[in-house]
């Protein structure tokens, strides 16, 4: 499975914004995804992972009720929808793919990676 993300840029602060992560393989659809952030000097953050079929979602406590994740598995995309931006939501957001288990907020739990979008906030 190979990922690319797209969709981050600049945003003001309290603004929304939807990053892709549009995936090759057909076997996108067998895999929980995941979205994971990284912003400078910091340790890479869990964000949100849904399940195979949409119907599980988990999210990091900073973007409860703020950001949505969703998949659509016949186009093979997964997406991250952010609402109410803040300065501290700015990083680069990778998608994953894999088969965490319960443990689905440690990054090493999964076994694919996209490159990364950039997401700038500005106050």
């Known amino acids: 499975v190979q990922l690319q993300a797209s969709g981050g840029g600049v945003v003001q602060a309290g603004g929304s914004l939807r990053v892709s992560c549009a995936a090759s393989g057909r076997t996108f659809s067998s895999y929980v995804m995941g979205w994971f952030r990284q912003a400078p000097g910091k340790e890479r953050e869990f964000v949100a992972t849904?399940?195979?079929?949409?119907?599980?979602?988990h999210y990091a406590d900073p973007v409860k009720g703020r950001f949505t994740i969703s998949r659509d598995n016949a186009k093979n995309t997964v997406y991250l929808q952010m609402n109410s931006l803040t300065p501290e939501d700015a990083a680069v957001y990778s998608c994953a793919a894999g088969n965490p288990g319960s443990r689905f907020w440690l990054p090493r739990n999964y076994i694919y990676w996209g490159q990364g979008t950039q997401v700038t906030v500005s106050s």
């Open positions: 849904i399940t195979w079929s949409g119907g599980t979602t």
